[in-house]
């Protein structure tokens, strides 16, 4: 069974810092995070390949950082400095054989 089961969702103050986690199942590579606040569509935060590479939107340079475990089959997302624009549902994204599966979603809310 497929399975991106994400973690790490919290209330912060502006300025701090989460973790989250996906932690993927059967055989789906988790890829990145998109987010999706309220009345947005969903966008992406950062993507990181099997080999490590790694992309991120123009908004969290600098402050977020994607890592991969590749033995655990869990990727991380390091978010530092947060802000209230970065509000939103975070969604955890993997592939198999071309196929999007997506967490749950993870709700991270920053308040000033």
């Known amino acids: 069974q497929v399975q991106l089961v994400e973690s790490g969702s919290g209330l912060v103050q502006a300025g701090g810092s989460l973790r989250l986690s996906c932690a993927a199942s059967?055989?789906?590579?988790?890829m990145g995070w998109y987010r999706q606040g309220p009345g947005n569509q969903r966008t992406l935060v950062a993507g990181?390949?099997?080999?490590?590479?790694?992309n991120y939107a123009d908004s969290v340079k600098g402050r977020f950082t994607i890592s991969r475990d590749n033995a655990q089959n869990t990727v991380y997302l390091q978010m530092n400095s947060l802000s209230a624009d970065d509000t939103a549902l975070y969604y955890c994204?993997?592939?198999?054989?071309?196929?999007?599966?997506w967490g749950q979603g993870t709700q991270v809310t920053v308040y000033s």
């Open positions: 990181i390949t099997s080999g490590g590479s790694t």
């Open positions: 994204h993997g592939q198999f054989w071309g196929i999007n599966y």
């Open positions: 059967g055989r789906v590579v988790p």
